[in-house]
């Protein structure tokens, strides 16, 4: 038995080996390289450095936040870009989510940032928690490429963006330290 495990933890380990080896390849198939540029899913995940002084270019964080185009609740188009020098918060909510009232809740309270109101994929944005607020802008996301964009992984998520187009903050956000992460946005 000792020797059928030890041989089973071998061929596991080879294989690994032999996937990483193949992942760490920098060809492709068909023998071209790799392109070093490719778009990553996240703006959180594509902190490239400049080659000529080793920190992050700002002007690419800003570009990758604010590089996405949607579809607002009316049909029109929404360009990220439109949020060039405001501090903005992006709610990603669907109507089978537990927390995204108490969430919207705090949001509907928020002032001096633009507000992004996301119905998330099944959701009708007509539901949406925030419709009543004054200045939200509605967006669909169905087939989930905003939340992609982002990095978001849940209904409820929230996504914060200070005014130079850097993301501060992906994620879940308890509603009661809303006010406060937002105040910090616009100061």
Request: net charge negative.
């Amino acid at each position: 038995m000792r020797t059928l495990r030890r041989g089973a933890v071998a061929a596991i380990a080879l294989t690994c080996a032999f996937t990483l080896a193949a992942c760490g390849s920098a060809e492709e198939p068909g023998g071209s390289e790799a392109s070093d540029d490719m778009m990553s899913e996240s703006p959180m995940d594509d902190m490239s450095e400049s080659p000529m002084d080793g920190e992050m270019a700002e002007d690419d964080m800003m570009s990758d936040a604010l590089d996405f185009t949607a579809t607002t609740a009316s049909g029109d188009t929404f360009e990220g870009t439109e949020l060039a020098g405001s501090p903005a918060v992006v709610f990603f909510w669907s109507e089978m989510c537990d927390t995204c009232a108490d969430t919207a809740a705090a949001l509907s309270d928020v002032d001096g940032v633009e507000l992004l109101s996301v119905a998330g994929k099944d959701s009708d944005p007509m539901d949406d928690p925030l419709a009543d607020v004054s200045g939200v802008t509605q967006l669909e996301d169905g087939m989930g490429d905003l939340a992609s964009h982002f990095g978001v992984m849940a209904d409820g998520d929230v996504v914060l963006i200070d005014d130079h187009g850097e993301v501060t903050h992906h994620g879940p956000m308890d509603p009661m330290e809303i006010p406060d992460e937002v105040t910090s946005l616009t100061m």
